[in-house]
């Protein structure tokens, strides 16, 4: 159960990378730190899908791109209706996929207030 | 380096197989040996086969089937090897098979490549189509291909005024070209006004991942398709001249989709492009009809930028022009593309090389370019993150490398 | 033809990696890139990636390993291509990895195998490794690989006078030679009586599919191993003299076993192994040291006399007489072999070629064969249908071909 | 529901295989008649398997492989617990796997009287 969603930070040159990598995008350092990432950006881009994986009992998903003040992009699952290219969203972190005996958690964008 | 040819080609009806996929796989394979005057069983002259299958352990449960491949064929003991880079996995079971002959460890290769898909449910397929997207940032979200190109749709539309018609334009082009394709899987054309403008175009067209509908999107097809390569030095020893493999070009791009420095860049496509180029010395000026890897449509008109074919955000401009339709500038798709000829996952990369040949030797009939001397195919890994840029010529050095022949 | 030499070598420690596939195959990845001296990261100087695994898919759900490879390592935009030859795979990619090189298409290669098994339980492990059996002939019959290693056996022991204990001798040195591999998965020595002859044998020693007892079957394992390989004519701009890869021979037989002609014969073995030392200029009595496929003992036996390590059926009295042993005239296994290193299908003919470079470079430590030049590894597909051999070597000409080096 | 098993005998040269092949391991032909595979033959092999794969509630399995007269040979489970090299089995077919809506027939090999 991982109830946060973090960056890996190089601890050689402090660049940031999400998802996870094994050796630093940046310098080619190879050890990283966690860093929680939260907080408010910028929807990217977006779409709501309709013909899902095995597994969904649903009949769509919408999905985006959002990118966070320190300037990292992840995709995530988005939490509301209302969708529109540029809008600010907070990253909350949720259930984004049942597993068997172990469920998945990954960023659900909100709109932001 | 010893150049290579292509001297066999050969292709099922994509569809539905209805025969397991080693015996799918053997109907291409045989074609291809027989266009190429090479007898199958003893004495048969392969030297090494390559399967390029992307679902044969996840969805048809077998391993090794370029193995199986060699003894029902009963080419045996040639060398096998199967291979697997998603949708892109064709291309690059022909470029080891170019490296193979190339290096003078074999003199001949048979290539093929194929997926049995529809022996699964839609919803199984989907999911097995995104284990090639990133585990943890992708995958587990639910994402799928058709996600991040509905996404990738979107901003692309949004930076360069591409329209939802221009969509449907290269569609029903494409599903025009496989009119004159015979074993493209999908035999009809939409017509534009009914998918697009009229007031139940939603209804017959529906959103797949807003804002790609339906039609923007290649159908799930079973098919196979395969090559015999032989070294340019031997190209005399077989029936029909051998197209030569003039260029190929290979890059990968970051896993996370998100990660990319500009969400509308396919950077992978741009570097195997150059790489493809700069190996056959043709430039992009001097091709005279190409094969893009269109799983959705957008990918065709965003390739034949990257690729150097039009230039960048006026993709589409040329689709409006007519440009990219069999008796324009620049075919694209001539066979249907994956839009309309259909999509087996590993036959594609293949499938867009036979065509190629076809088009080169002059054998492609209603959908024939005129005097087509130079040929690309961009076959494309996961969404752009391992892609192989294929170049064919009629063309080639008068003389060529010898590498002490064993056939 | 360019020649081809290792420069890095990289192993996990088999047994439970308790990562993700792609994390356990970094390790392995950035050990044998530290080894050879290169860098990762930015101006890594590797053109190619080859990820050898067969369960990616199946097991871990995840397709395009090699892309997620390069991506996860930083080695964007090397090409990369994954390579599945079931047992064998890892082999497979040594040699697609060669080619790649010997065709000038690149300068150097990272080659990785791994596979991660224990996230399944024993009987999906079976079934899964069962995929690569004949579909409709065996696999349906739940028909697995210890199934025909056991009818193997007792066809073997009956022509040539083999006996249980003679298998058990093969076991006890193999995990003899493993307790001086830090990286092997078991690290205990069975006694040799207690395993054969004592009353409780059976009890701690049973059948697993008879005439083979569990000290007769290799263990599940996790694990990946990796090698950097470049070609010999810029071998001084790496820390440690190359290795040359002298020869590589492949062969396939008859899918469903019970149709080979003799059902003692693994054909396959034999063909690969002499077209390996016909390519290599070395004949079998000048190797040193030998990494044979035993994933069930008795294959070590078979796989050294079709080798032309030991004169036809007389395999089983080498190993009594201590041949075979380190110290011996052939040490076979010094790194454990597959039945005490570990089996992780995937990794297991990478792992065999680290071995044997660290033998031939005098690295290995308590296991090292004294003034190795020569050594050899089988690296056995399916149930001996799809078969690897290479050949290694401190040897070679005085000048290498030049093939416009870019690095 | 495959209850019998076959032979594939090459149109052109009468080669006999199984299992079938695209390709005639004699003479290279690709047109193949089903031929029926039954009788009696000799036991070349066998093994008693403990560790079954997924989806066989049984503690043990034993298989083995029969020449037949016409010199082909084949793998399959044996109804018998007495085993013997060389021994005659009388091939007969029956569920060899079950399958989840399907079942799979192969050879069972009894010894014959
Ligand atoms: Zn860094
Ligand atoms: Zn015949």
């Known amino acids: 159960m991982q109830a946060e969603i973090y960056a890996y930070k190089c601890t050689a040159c402090g660049h940031l990378h999400h998802p996870a990598h094994f050796v630093c995008v940046k310098c080619g350092g190879r050890e990283f730190e966690q860093v929680a990432l939260t907080g408010e950006g910028t929807l990217v881009t977006y779409t709501r899908v309709y013909n899902l994986p095995e597994g969904y009992m649903k009949p769509f998903i919408a999905f985006g791109i959002v990118e966070f003040p320190n300037g990292l992009r992840a995709a995530g699952q988005m939490g509301t209706d209302e969708l529109q290219l540029g809008m600010r969203v907070r990253a909350e972190v949720g259930v984004v996929k049942e597993g068997v005996g172990k469920d998945f958690y990954g960023f659900i964008f909100q709109k932001a207030e | ?407």
């Open chain 2, 1 to 407: 380096m010893r150049q290579v040819g292509i001297v066999g080609v050969g292709h099922t009806k994509f569809g539905k197989a209805g025969v397991p996929l080693v015996e799918m796989l053997s109907y291409a394979a045989v074609e291809a040996m027989d266009d190429a005057g090479i007898k199958t069983g003893k004495g048969h002259g392969i030297d090494q086969v390559f399967a390029a299958t992307m679902g044969g352990g996840m969805i048809n449960r077998q391993h090794g089937v370029a193995s199986a491949l060699v003894d029902t064929l009963n080419l045996r003991p040639a060398m096998a090897e199967s291979v697997e880079n998603g949708p892109a996995s064709g291309a690059s079971a022909v470029k080891l098979a170019y490296m193979a002959i190339a290096s003078g460890m074999c003199d001949t290769a048979l290539v093929v490549g194929g997926e049995l898909m529809r022996v699964v449910s839609g919803w199984e397929a989907t999911d097995f189509v995104a284990t090639m997207l990133h585990p943890e940032a992708e995958y587990n979200y639910g994402l799928t291909l058709p996600a991040l190109a509905g996404m990738f749709t979107r901003l692309y539309m949004e930076k360069y005024g591409v329209t939802e018609k221009d969509l449907a334009m290269v569609a029903v082009k494409n599903h025009e070209h496989a009119m004159h394709n015979p074993v493209a899987h999908i035999q009809l054309v939409p017509d534009l006004y009914s998918i697009t403008e009229d007031e139940d175009a939603i209804i017959i067209n529906p959103h797949v991942a807003e804002p790609l509908h339906v039609y923007d999107v290649c159908p799930v097809s079973d098919g196979a398709a395969a090559l015999v390569l032989c070294a340019m030095e031997a190209g005399d020893r077989f029936p029909k001249k051998p197209v030569r493999i003039a260029g190929i070009g290979q890059a990968t791009d970051t896993h996370a989709v998100a990660e990319r420095a500009v969400s509308t860049d396919l950077l992978a496509v741009r570097l195997a492009a150059e790489k493809a180029y700069a190996m056959a010395g043709i430039s992009p000026r001097e091709i005279d009809v190409a094969e893009l890897h269109d799983a959705f449509v957008i990918l065709e008109i965003a390739e034949s930028e990257e690729a150097g074919l039009f230039p960048r955000g006026e993709g589409h401009l040329a689709v409006r022009r007519g440009d990219t339709k069999v008796g324009g500038k620049l075919p694209i798709n001539t066979s249907g593309g994956l839009k309309a000829k259909g999509h087996p996952l590993g036959a594609t990369g293949v499938s867009q090389i036979v065509e190629l040949t076809r088009q080169l030797r002059g054998e492609a009939g209603g959908r024939q370019v005129a005097g087509a001397k130079n040929a690309m195919a961009v076959n494309f890994g996961g969404f752009g993150n391992n892609v192989i840029a294929t170049i064919l010529t009629t063309g080639g050095p008068e003389k060529y490398a010898s590498g002490n022949l064993r056939i």
